[in-house]
Every structure is written in structure tokens, then in C-alpha cells.
């Protein structure tokens, strides 16, 4: 069998032979606020990598606010002296970069799996939840939807313009969920599902959504949570670049309109056993309703992860199929968890309450967190919205609040580690206070 090495060294290899034009590879992971950060390495340094050279980057990466300032969290960041921290390449991920101006590749990083993982980076987050899942019999079946907008590639005034209808072009302001839709931005979402194709990415189905120039993706369904997790990540990349290749910014900002649907991030999960029996159908589907129930009593500790930033709070409320209580149903887009309809071999559930500018790997972390404390507590869920249309518990709508609601809870510290939650919610504080130090023009308007 080959180390894990010699096969890095063959896919490097590989590459290389099929990209020639290739002289830089961007070596890339996802910081707290779900953001890429890393470096642009010679590839021939690349192979050297691969073969067991040491990767070493800041830790303090991870930590960047969400325009990328460094916060003081603890003794990171100013009293730990700034110090590197092994990385790995994550095998399978080298690909080529279409959207640049000059050939490049790409490939994820991580500091899972090496000998002092960084306890706060969102992928080792997810990557213990999972090995604990996977020795307690527990093995997750993955899959994202992501939606997202097209604007105008120029902003008026700062703020966003719909995007042009490439046939008429006039604005695409009519939301709708017609098919023509699909049509008439088909070069721009084409080149954008076979980009993520070649990043190795299972592209499903599309539909052109209810807001204006917004549009959702469907992923495949994965054994491995940490692939699915990347491939949202990925695609999150890609389809921003494809979009200023065509002339236009895609986004992924949760609530850009306040008169349009938000964009959420939905995350389908079955549990299977060590045989492929679905875990959550079995008992006449008594551990799906416990599963649930743990889903909803850490709903609300877990807004900081869901709703990341400011804008994300906005998407909650006011507007179809977004929740603003911790519920659930049966078909029902208005629940935060829904249960599709299904045959008892693909029963699973639907998570629908994160925003789609969240860290995918957090957001499935923390899905798998309050799946696991269902299970574990076998507690019955309250009714769902089908038996009760005012079924449901509030959650946190600001951050302050959600940071505070999220820092003490003691299943959430045991199940994504203490250390990781400290940190993480010191940086949504940090964040939030740091975006209110702006006078708006509003303000003057109201209270000059």
C-alpha cells in the first residue's frame, strides 16, 4: 500500500503533467469567518511538500475578523508571539484555477491530522465531531444546498444593482422561480457548474429562485461530512471568480434586499451504522424524533455559528420560508428542521436555518452536535408545525445575545471543545463591536 505521502507525490505529479502551464498552486483553508487565507506556492516547492517537507503557516490565520484584523482573544494574537503551525495538503483536492487571468491551481490545507492540530480551525472542529460519530457506530451521509445572488458586476454608491439580463438586458428585478430564468443567465451558471465540476465538486440540480438574479446550487450526497463540507467551501470560491469572468459579482450574502428572500445554506443528514442501516428509521423513526429534539434544544446556543454575522440576523423573520423559532415539520419549508418526504432507507433531515455566507464546516459541526445529544438524551421533541402552527422556541435575533447564549452551554463545549467555543465566540464579539464603530447616515438623519 502506498504512505500517504507517495500518493501526494502522485497526485502533485499528476498535475503537473496534465497542466504544464502551471507554475503557482494557492494553498488555501477556511479562517473563522468562513473567508480563504494561505499562499501562493512555486509548484515544484509543491512537490517537495508533498513528499514530507514541513507546511507551516501563522495559527493566528484562522482568527482573522471578517475584513481580516486580528482581535485579542485570550493570549492569541498578542501575547503568544505570532507562532507557525504544521499544515497538511488534503489529498484529492489539487485542481486547476479556470478563472484566474494566468493558468494556477489550488489546494486545501489543514492542520487535521498533523500532531498539534490548531483546536479552533473550523475543519478540525468538524473533523473531531466526526471521528467521535464514527467510534460511537455513527456514520453521516452529506448534503448542501447553497443559494446565492448575481449582481451587476459595478456597484452604485456602494450598493448592489441587479444583474442584466444577458439576452434583453434589462435588470433580472421580476423574482420568479420560471425556467427561463435558467436560460437567459445559462453561459454564466454553465461555466459555473462545470468549474466546480473540475474542483471535483457533484453538482445536482439548479433553480433560479424567488429573489432577483438569485439562484440555488444542489450538491451529491457523501459518506464523508468533511468532503461535502469542503466541496461548499469550494464552490463558494469558484463561483465568485466564474461570476467576474462573465461581469458579475456573485454573492453569498445572507439578506442583501431587505425586500427579497435571504440566501440560506440548507444541509441534508442521515445517520447510518457500521452495516448502511439508517439509524434514524428504525423504532417506527423514534430516534429521527430524538434526533430532532437535540437539533432544537441546541438551536438557539448555536446562532453564532448559523447567523455569523450582522446582515445574517436580518435574512430570520419577515420573508418566505425563514424561521424565527426553533421548530420543525414534516415537508414544511417554514421549519428550521424539516423531515423530507422519503423511503425509510433515505429518511433524513433537512436543516434549514444558516445562512449561506456560514462556515459550512462549523454549520455541519454543529448540526451533528445537536444530532448526537439527541440520540444520547432520547427526549421527545415538541410538535411539529403540522400538528401546531405556533409549535416552536425562541432563539437569539442579535448577536450580543446569541455570542452569550452560546458560550456557557455545556454540550456544545464538550461536543465542539471548549477551546474552540471561547474563541470562537471572542471573535463574533469582536466582529460585531467592530462593525458598529461607523456612524451610519441614518443616524444623522434621525438624531442630528
Known amino acids: 500500500m502506498k504512505s500517504h505521502s507517495s500518493t501526494l507525490l502522485a497526485e502533485v505529479r499528476t498535475f503537473r503533467q496534465n497542466h504544464p502551464d502551471v507554475r503557482y498552486v494557492d494553498l488555501i483553508a477556511l479562517d473563522i469567518p468562513g473567508h480563504f487565507y494561505g499562499k501562493r506556492y512555486p509548484v515544484d516547492m509543491l512537490e517537495k511538500v508533498a513528499a514530507g517537507s514541513p507546511l507551516k503557516l501563522p495559527q493566528n490565520a484562522v482568527l482573522l475578523g471578517a475584513q481580516g484584523g486580528l482581535f485579542k482573544i485570550g493570549d492569541y494574537c498578542f501575547h503568544d508571539g505570532d507562532p507557525d503551525a504544521n499544515r497538511r495538503l488534503v489529498p484529492g483536492t489539487l485542481k486547476p484555477v479556470s478563472w484566474e487571468a494566468q493558468p494556477l491551481g489550488q489546494m486545501l490545507i489543514t492542520s487535521d491530522g498533523t500532531e498539534a ?235 434549514r436555518l444558516a445562512s449561506a455566507d456560514a462556515n459550512p464546516y462549523l454549520v455541519l459541526a454543529a448540526i451533528l452536535v445537536g444530532l448526537e445529544h439527541g440520540l444520547e438524551a432520547a427526549k421527545e421533541p415538541i410538535a411539529p408545525l403540522n400538528e401546531d402552527r405556533n409549535s416552536g422556541a425562541d432563539f437569539p435575533l442579535e448577536m450580543l445575545e446569541a455570542v452569550r447564549a452560546m458560550q456557557h452551554q455545556p454540550a456544545l463545549r464538550e461536543g465542539l471543545g471548549a477551546e474552540f467555543v471561547d474563541v470562537y465566540c471572542e471573535n463574533k464579539r469582536q466582529d460585531h463591536l467592530a462593525f458598529q464603530q461607523e456612524i451610519h447616515a441614518r443616524e444623522y438623519r434621525w438624531y442630528l
Open 117 to 351: 492540530p490548531i483546536e479552533f480551525e473550523p475543519r478540525e472542529v468538524l473533523a473531531k465531531v466526526l471521528e467521535r460519530l464514527h467510534r460511537k457506530g455513527i456514520h453521516p451521509v452529506v448534503a448542501f444546498e447553497l443559494e446565492f445572488y448575481l449582481f451587476d458586476k459595478k456597484l452604485s454608491d456602494g450598493l448592489p444593482q441587479f444583474a442584466r439580463d444577458p439576452l434583453s438586458d434589462d435588470a433580472d428585478d421580476q423574482p420568479n422561480l420560471h425556467i427561463e430564468r435558467l436560460s437567459r443567465f445559462a453561459p454564466v451558471l454553465d461555466d459555473m457548474v462545470e468549474t466546480a465540476k473540475a474542483q471535483g465538486i457533484d453538482i445536482t440540480v439548479i433553480t433560479a429562485e424567488l429573489g432577483p438574479g438569485q439562484f440555488e446550487i444542489n450538491f451529491g450526497h457523501l459518506e464523508d461530512g468533511l468532503r461535502a463540507a469542503d466541496w461548499a467551501a469550494l464552490f463558494c470560491r469558484s463561483t465568485r471568480g466564474v461570476a467576474l469572468k462573465h461581469g458579475y459579482r456573485a454573492s453569498f450574502m445572507a439578506k442583501p434586499y431587505l425586500q427579497h428572500p435571504g440566501s440560506g445554506m440548507h444541509v441534508h443528514v442521515s445517520l447510518y451504522d457500521a452495516a448502511g442501516n439508517n439509524l434514524l428509521a428504525a423504532h417506527q423513526q423514534q430516534p429521527l424524533r430524538h434526533a430532532v429534539a437535540g437539533c432544537l434544544e441546541l438551536l438557539p446556543h448555536c446562532m453564532p455559528i448559523f447567523s455569523p454575522n450582522h446582515n445574517a440576523f436580518r435574512r430570520l423573520g419577515g420573508t418566505v420560508n425563514a424561521a424565527t423559532r426553533a421548530c420543525w415539520g414534516y415537508e414544511d419549508r417554514d421549519a428550521c428542521v424539516r423531515i423530507p418526504e422519503s423511503d425509510p432507507r433515505n429518511l433524513r433531515i433537512e436543516h
